[in-house]
């Protein structure tokens, strides 16, 4: 039987950067404050990666004609793009755009 590539889950939790309290709403991976995740998942929301790890926003750009995060993982350096959420800190978001954004699958 093949697994989902996605999972819904409605977590809370409190940032661990920032300190800010963000409530789940079953697509919400980041804090819309700082923007900063965290390295859980294979596919979103099957909580299979042990590694923990901060994933740390390292730029933001047009995808699909999208806007999306670029995150690094401080811990084991994984790379991957995320989507915004109607939330997210515009002004953070606008800096991290100013970046180069290499192309990572």
Known sequence: M???KFIKRSEDFVCEVCGTKVKGTGYTDHCPSCLFSKHVDVFPGD?????GGL???IGATKRKGKWQILY?????GYKRFNKIAPEDNKEK???LSQYPVENVK
């Open 72 to 76: 690094c993982c401080q811990k084991c």
């Open 47 to 51: 909580r299979k990666i042990k590694c």
């Open 55 to 57: 994933m740390e926003p």
């Open 2 to 4: 093949q697994q989902k």
């Open 93 to 95: 978001i606008a800096k």
